[in-house]
C-alpha cells in the first residue's frame, strides 16, 4: 500500500529545462532538422540544387493536400477521400483543358474537387453522419468515377492543349520549381486565414470545443462543410499537378496518398481530436515525409524496406510530441 | 488533538503565476475545515497538491506523523486521501454505477452485483439516483451526487470537496451537509471549499484563509464573523453584497414566451420579461428551469411554443436564430457549453458577437480586440495573466467571469443567466450583481436561474417558482422568503392544480404574465 510512498524529503525549488514542453511545441522541427543532418551524411547527392529541387517538387501535391486535410483535422473531422478527389482532378483537368483550354480546365477540375467536398462537407456537418465513414465511401465512390470518366485508360491531351499546363509541370521560376511556388502559395493563404480570420479561429474553436461554438450563436455547420470544400478543392488542384507533370490525366494515380497526407499532418502535431495545428508544421511535416522517401531512394533502400521505415519514423514523432508523459514515469 | 494532515510551506508556481507562496495548513482527524479565499487564491491548486496531482516546488506534507510525498493521485487515493474536484471528472458514456466504482471495475463486470453496491452507496448517502443512467445524461448537481459517491465508495480518511454545493440546490445542500457531519462524526478529516460562506458558518469547525497564494489565517465560527472572514479574504469590507443602480426603470416588455413544450422536462411555461427588469426563476434542480433556458435561446428543440421579442415574433431554431434576435445564454455547465477552455481568454470573449472585431474581409482586428477584451476585463476584475491565457489556467472564478464577459460583450436586448454566480467569491458576486443591476438599468431584460435563494431574493423584482416542467407561481419582493418559495417549489401537480395559484391574484401566489 505504501509503495509509492517514499519517506524521502522532498527536493527543494528546482526550475529545469521542461523536455516534454519542448518536444510538444518544436518535436517536429527536431525530427526535420535530424533527418535534413542524417540525410547530408549519407549522401553527398542529398543536399545539391537539382536533388532539393526534386524533393520540392515531389511533396507539393502532398503539401497542398496536407493544407486541405489540416483545416478538416482542426475541426476534428478526417477525410478519406482526397487520393480519389486527386485522381478525379488529374482526370478532369486532362480532358477539360484539351476541351476548353487551361484556364477553364483547371477551374473545372478544382470545382470538381469542390463539388465532392461539398457532398460529404453537407453529409458530415448538416446531416452529422461520421466523418470517417462519408469520406471513406466517398474514397472508393470518386475513384470509381474518376475511372468512369477516364475509361479506365490514361488521358492523352493535344499538343497544343497541353503546352501550357506541361510548362508549369516542368518549368522553374527564380530557379524553384513552378509547382512548389504554387503549393508555397497554399500554405501562405492558409496560414494567413488561419491566424488573421474569422473563419480560421472558428474552425480552430469548433475543433476545440463545437458545442460551446455552437452556443455562442455560431453556424457550426457552415464551416464544417466548408473545410471538406476547401479539401477537395486543394486535392483537385493536386491532381492538376500531376496531370501538368506526366502531361496525362489518370484515373489511377494518388492510391494510398491520404494516408501519406494524414501522415504529414500528423508529424506536423496536429491533433486528430481537432483544435490543434498549424501550416508550418504541417508544412515540416510534408518534408520531412519527402526527405524520408528521397534519402531512402539515394541510398537504395528497397521500396518495402521504406514502408517499414516510413512508419518507424511516424510513430517516432508522436512519442516525441506526445509521449512526454510516457516517459516521464 | 493531533493533526491527521500537515502541509507546510508549500509554494507552487506555474510559469509566471506564483499559485502558492509558502502555505502552511492542517487538518485534525473529526473535523470538517473550510478553506476560504477569492477566486484565484490558490485553495484548489493546494488541495491538488493534497491530491498527489501537482508536486509543488518546495514545502512538506506530514500525514499521520509520517513525512512523505505524494508522487500521484494513486498514491494519495492509497493513503485514504480523496478529492472531490470542482471541476468534475466522470466518465460521461459511462454508467452511475460504473463511474461509482471507476478505479476497482473489475475485467468482467457483473451488473447486478455492481448496480446493487452502487445503490448502497447512494441510500447511505440519501440519495436517489437510477444507477444504470449514463452519467453524461444527468444534470451537473447529479453529476456531483455520483463523484461524492465516487469518493465514499471507499474507506477515506481525508475528503477535500472543492465547492461541492456550488451546483446543488439549498435541499441538496441540507443533505450533503449531513453527510458530512456523519463522516465528520466517524472521525474523517474534511476540508471543505465553499463560497457559500452562510453555510461555512454553519458547519465548519475551523477556518483557514487565504489570499494571493499566501495564508492569511486560521480561524473559527466561534471566533470571527462573516464580515470578519470577508475582510481576511478581500482585503477590505464589502459595502452590500447586492448593489442597486441608481436608477432602474422597467418599461416595454421585451421577452414574452408562450406556451414552451419540450417532452415532460418544459410543460407549457408561458413568462415575459420587461425592459429594465430583473426576473428570477427558482425551483428545485431538475424541476425544468436550465431546459427552459435552452428552449428560448434555442439550443434544443422546442415542440411547441412561441417566442416574442419586441412584440414581434421570432423563429428560434439554433443558438444562431436567438443570438440574431438579440438573445444570449450564459449556460449551467461553463466547462462543456461556456468556454473553450484551451483557447485564449481574448478569443472566449468576442465569439458571440464577433463583427466589431473583424472587418469587411473577415481578418480579425486584433487591437480592436484586445483593447475590447481587457476592458471587459478589467470592468469584471478578472484576474489572469493577460487576454492571451488560456482559460483553462484560470481558477473556477475566474473562468466564469470569462463566460459572463462573453455575453455582456454580445450585448443583446434579453440575457438569460443560468447560475451565473456559480463558484464566485463573495467580492466577484458583488461585482456580478452590480453588473447585472447595470445591464438592467440599460434597459436589458434579464431572465436569472439561480440555486441560490437569497441571491435570487437580492437580485430580482419577482421570482417565478418551477417544478416538474411547469411555472408553479410568483413571488413579489414583499413574499421573498425560503419558506414561501420552496412551498411553491414542492407542490406537486395535483395539489398545484387544485389549488389553481396561478388565477387567483389576491393569494400570495400572483399571476404569471
Ligand atoms: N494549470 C495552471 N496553469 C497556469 N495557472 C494556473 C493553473 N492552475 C491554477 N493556476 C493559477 O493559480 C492561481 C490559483 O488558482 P486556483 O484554481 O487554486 O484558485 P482557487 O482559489 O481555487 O479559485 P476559485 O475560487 O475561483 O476556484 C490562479 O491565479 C490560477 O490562474
Ligand atoms: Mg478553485
Redesign the pocket.
Known amino acids: 500500500m505504501t509503495q509509492s510512498v517514499t519517506a524521502t524529503p522532498v527536493p527543494a525549488s528546482r526550475r529545469s529545462f521542461d523536455a516534454g514542453e519542448f518536444f510538444r511545441r518544436y518535436g517536429t522541427v527536431c525530427i526535420f532538422v535530424v533527418l535534413v543532418v542524417g540525410a547530408a551524411f549519407e549522401s553527398n547527392a542529398f543536399l545539391s540544387d537539382r536533388n532539393i529541387m526534386n524533393v520540392l517538387r515531389q511533396i507539393s501535391g502532398t503539401g497542398i493536400m496536407a493544407v486541405g486535410m489540416l483545416f478538416v483535422i482542426l475541426t476534428g473531422g478526417i477525410d478519406l477521400s482526397v487520393g480519389s478527389i486527386l485522381a478525379l482532378g488529374s482526370v478532369v483537368s486532362a480532358i477539360a483543358i484539351d476541351a476548353h483550354g487551361t484556364g477553364l480546365g483547371v477551374g473545372l477540375s478544382v470545382a470538381a474537387g469542390a463539388g465532392c467536398g461539398l457532398v460529404t462537407g453537407v453529409l458530415v456537418a448538416y446531416a452529422g453522419l461520421p466523418p470517417f465513414v462519408i469520406t471513406l465511401a466517398a474514397m472508393t465512390a470518386v475513384r470509381g468515377f474518376a475511372l468512369i470518366v477516364s475509361d479506365g485508360q490514361p488521358i492523352m491531351m493535344g499538343d497544343d492543349a497541353s503546352t501550357v499546363i506541361t510548362n508549369f509541370g516542368s518549368g522553374f521560376f527564380l530557379g524553384i520549381p513552378d509547382p512548389v511556388w504554387l503549393m508555397a502559395l497554399v500554405f501562405v493563404l492558409a496560414g494567413v486565414v488561419l491566424t488573421f480570420t474569422k473563419f480560421g479561429r472558428l474552425v480552430k474553436a469548433i475543433g476545440s470545443n463545437r458545442e460551446a461554438v455552437r452556443l455562442s450563436g455560431i453556424a457550426v455547420p457552415r464551416y464544417v462543410m466548408a473545410v471538406y470544400v476547401i479539401s477537395g478543392a486543394l486535392a483537385a488542384l493536386a491532381g492538376v499537378i500531376t496531370t501538368s507533370r506526366t502531361g496525362v490525366g489518370s484515373g489511377v494515380v494518388g492510391v494510398g496518398s491520404e494516408l501519406n497526407v494524414i501522415a504529414a499532418v500528423v508529424i506536423g502535431g496536429a491533433s486528430l481530436m481537432g483544435g490543434k495545428g498549424g501550416v508550418i508544421n504541417t508544412l515540416l511535416g510534408a518534408l520531412v515525409m519527402g526527405v524520408i522517401a528521397n534519402i531512402m531512394n539515394l541510398v537504395g533502400v528497397p521500396g518495402y524496406n521504406q514502408q517499414v521505415c516510413m512508419g518507424a519514423i511516424i510513430v517516432i514523432a508522436m512519442l516525441l510530441q506526445h509521449g512526454s508523459r510516457w516517459f516521464k514515469r | 488533538m493531533s493533526d491527521l494532515l500537515t502541509l507546510t510551506g508549500i509554494t507552487k508556481s506555474?510559469?509566471g503565476?506564483r499559485?502558492l507562496k509558502g502555505v502552511d495548513f492542517s487538518l485534525r482527524a473529526g473535523e470538517v475545515h473550510a478553506l476560504l479565499?477569492e477566486?484565484?487564491?490558490?485553495?484548489?491548486?493546494?488541495m491538488r497538491v493534497v491530491g498527489g496531482e501537482l508536486q509543488p516546488e518546495a514545502g512538506s506534507i506530514t500525514f499521520e506523523g509520517r513525512s512523505l510525498t505524494l508522487a500521484d493521485p494513486k498514491a494519495a487515493a492509497d493513503l485514504g486521501i480523496a478529492v472531490i474536484h470542482?471541476e468534475l471528472a466522470l466518465a460521461p458514456d459511462l454508467s452511475v454505477a460504473e463511474n461509482i466504482f471507476m478505479r476497482e471495475l473489475p475485467a468482467a463486470i457483473s451488473w447486478g452485483k455492481l448496480n446493487r453496491r452502487a445503490r448502497d452507496v447512494l441510500a447511505r448517502m440519501g440519495f436517489e439516483l437510477d444507477v444504470r443512467r449514463r452519467v453524461g445524461d444527468l444534470a451537473v448537481a447529479q453529476q456531483q451526487v455520483v463523484e461524492i459517491a465516487k469518493a465514499l465508495s471507499r474507506d477515506v480518511k481525508v475528503i477535500v470537496f472543492d465547492?461541492p454545493t456550488a451546483v446543488l440546490s439549498s435541499r441538496d445542500a441540507q443533505r450533503l451537509h449531513d453527510i458530512i457531519a456523519v463522516l465528520r462524526d466517524s472521525g474523517v478529516g474534511i476540508v471543505y471549499i465553499s463560497?457559500r460562506l452562510e453555510e461555512v458558518f454553519k458547519i465548519a469547525d475551523r477556518m483557514t484563509i487565504m489570499k494571493d497564494?499566501a495564508l492569511v489565517g486560521v480561524t473559527s465560527p466561534q471566533v470571527s464573523t462573516i464580515d470578519d472572514v470577508i475582510r481576511m479574504m478581500v482585503g477590505r469590507s464589502l459595502a452590500a453584497l447586492f448593489p442597486k443602480a441608481a436608477h432602474r426603470s422597467i418599461g416595454e416588455e421585451v421577452l414574452k414566451v408562450e406556451n414552451l413544450r419540450r417532452g415532460i422536462k418544459v410543460r407549457g411555461v408561458s413568462l415575459s420579461v420587461r425592459a429594465g427588469e430583473i426576473v428570477g426563476l427558482g425551483g428545485l434542480v431538475g424541476s425544468g428551469r436550465t431546459e427552459t433556458a435552452r428552449l428560448i435561446f434555442g439550443a434544443d428543440a422546442k415542440e411547441s411554443g412561441e417566442i416574442r421579442v419586441h412584440g414581434k415574433v421570432v423563429k428560434i431554431n439554433s443558438p444562431l436564430d436567438a443570438v440574431l434576435a438579440g438573445i444570449g445564454l450564459v449556460p449551467e455547465d461553463r466547462k462543456h457549453h461556456g468556454a473553450i477552455l484551451d483557447m485564449s481568454i481574448r478569443i472566449n470573449t468576442t465569439m458571440a458577437r464577433l463583427k466589431p472585431v473583424v472587418n469587411a474581409l473577415g481578418f480579425i482586428r486584433r487591437q480592436r480586440e484586445r483593447d475590447t477584451v481587457m476592458k471587459l476585463g478589467q470592468q469584471l476584475r478578472l484576474?489572469?495573466a493577460g487576454p492571451e491565457a488560456p482559460v483553462s489556467?484560470?481558477?473556477?472564478?475566474?473562468q466564469q467571469k470569462v463566460v459572463l464577459a462573453k455575453w455582456f460583450h454580445a450585448g443583446g436586448d434579453v440575457i438569460i443567466l443560468d447560475e451565473p454566480t456559480r463558484?464566485v467569491?463573495v467580492g466577484a458576486k458583488t461585482e456580478i450583481y452590480g453588473l447585472i443591476e447595470e445591464l438592467a438599468a440599460a434597459g436589458r431584460a434579464i431572465l436569472v436561474i439561480s440555486s441560490e435563494h437569497q441571491e435570487l431574493f437580492g437580485l430580482c423584482d419577482r421570482v417565478l417558482v418551477m417544478a416538474e416542467g411547469e411555472l408553479r407561481g410568483m413571488l413579489l419582493p414583499e413574499d421573498y422568503s425560503e419558506e414561501k418559495l420552496l412551498a411553491l417549489a414542492m407542490t406537486n401537480s395535483v395539489a398545484a392544480d387544485q389549488a389553481a395559484p396561478l388565477d387567483l391574484p389576491a393569494h400570495k401566489h400572483q399571476p404569471v404574465n
Do not use: R, Y
Not at chain 2, 393 to 398: C, E, F, K, Q, V
Open positions: 506555474f510559469g503565476v499559485a479565499g477566486n484565484g487564491a490558490g485553495k484548489s491548486t493546494l470542482q465547492e463560497h497564494g484576474k489572469s489556467s484560470l481558477s473556477g472564478g475566474n463558484g467569491d
